[in-house]
């Protein structure tokens, strides 16, 4: 009979679970400085969609986590770890902040790459079945931030 400190074969060390991040880690650090920051900012601005009712649902965590794996090309250990610091980057900015990264998006994106990021944004706030209007507004003001009509 299994004791409580008995590991089960299906779920990873800590060693492993700690190399795994390790590996992510080295991923998203080797890559190129303007790749690294629309990833990061990408990130950023959908949280900012999914937090704009201080409620982060884990739908949203997923949706924002496979738009970074269909979109960015990351693996789902990478994405994770991208919406994480985006969290924690979040919680620390301040308007001017959140500000700055919607223009850095603005003026490396085409016009048509936002607005496939504004419907980014709309699937992110729809991910747990319940758009609310704080949800609404962030993103009519990121669109505008972007230099998209709403």
């Known amino acids: 009979m299994p004791t409580a400190t008995t590991r089960h074969s299906s779920s990873p060390s800590p060693t492993g679970l700690a190399a795994g991040i390790r590996q992510s880690l080295a991923r998203l650090d080797s890559?190129?400085?303007?790749?690294?920051?629309?990833?990061?900012?990408?990130?950023?601005?959908?949280?900012?969609?999914?937090?704009?009712?201080?409620?982060?649902?884990?739908?949203?965590?997923?949706?924002?986590?496979?738009?970074?794996?269909e979109h960015a090309s990351l693996s789902l250990p990478e994405a994770v770890l991208t919406v994480e610091i985006a969290r924690h980057c979040r919680e620390m900015a301040d308007c001017a902040g959140s500000y700055d990264a919607s223009r850095r998006l603005r003026t490396r994106l085409s016009a048509d790459d936002r607005r496939r990021l504004r419907s980014f944004l709309a699937s992110v706030a729809e991910a747990d079945g319940q758009v609310r209007q704080t949800e609404k507004d962030a993103i009519r003001q990121i669109s505008t931030e972007l230099g998209l009509s709403c």
Do not use: G
């Open 31 to 69: 890559l190129d400085r303007d790749t690294a920051d629309y990833l990061k900012t990408l990130a950023f601005v959908m949280y900012r969609v999914a937090d704009a009712d201080h409620n982060v649902s884990e739908q949203e965590v997923r949706r924002m986590e496979s738009i970074l794996v």
